[in-house]
């Protein structure tokens, strides 16, 4: 799996993981098909940042929250 490619099953994959990592409770927030492929890269970033970070706070995962949200269609 190369997570560098900008694709919608990528995209879902992303999607999925910043899910678990970030506990989102209403994971329709989380639809691959709210968000656009030219946010690839964005959305590749936060993950990158969110696995690099590991733990977060409850400000930091709201952060990300509002973060998602603010790139979503």
Do not use: C, H, W
Not at 2 to 20: M, Y
Not at 33 to 38: G, H, I, K
Not at 39 to 66: C, N, P, R, W
Request: charged share 30%; proline share 1%.
């Amino acid at each position: 799996m190369n997570l560098e490619i900008a694709n919608e099953e990528n995209l879902k994959i992303l999607l999925d993981e910043l899910a678990d990592r970030l506990n989102v409770v209403n994971r329709s927030i989380m639809d691959p098909e709210d968000y656009n492929l030219n946010k690839y890269e964005d959305l590749k970033f936060m993950y990158d940042m969110v696995v690099q970070k590991g733990q977060l706070s409850a400000s930091e995962t709201q952060a990300f929250i509002t973060e998602l949200a603010s790139i979503r269609k």
